[in-house]
């Protein structure tokens, strides 16, 4: 079971950029496909990135080419470069394995906003 401690949100303006990075404890991390999630006021988690064990990438239309997954298994580190932010974006932003079976972390906070 891992530890995430999820880093790098902040306030950005329509247009501008970020990378999220997603610290796991535990050396499981390294035998599980992994997911970016995130949760705005009022709505449910989704999931918005994934990555496989092997490297494949898959993201919903919502962010397809302006999001990009990555991950560094010697790290135990997972990233989501964020290009191209609009305001519906802004969100809670949350990491975990895709059957989102390990404690959630704290999130890191983006906000798109002029």
């Known amino acids: 079971q891992g530890q995430l401690v999820e880093s790098g949100g902040g306030l950005v303006q329509p247009g501008g950029s970020l990378r999220l990075s997603c610290a796991a404890s535990?050396?499981?991390?390294?035998?599980?496909?992994m997911g970016w999630y995130r949760q705005a006021p009022g709505k449910q988690r989704e999931l918005v990135a994934i990555i496989s064990l092997g490297g494949s990438t898959n993201y919903p239309d919502s962010v397809k080419g302006r999001f990009t997954i990555s991950r560094d298994n010697a790290k135990n580190t997972v990233y989501l470069q964020m290009n191209s932010l609009k305001p519906e974006d802004t969100a809670v932003y949350y990491c975990?394995?895709?059957?989102?079976?390990?404690?959630w972390g704290q999130g890191t906070q983006v906000t798109v906003s002029s």
């Open positions: 535990g050396s499981i991390f390294s035998r599980n496909a």
């Open positions: 975990n394995n895709v059957l989102r079976t390990w404690p």
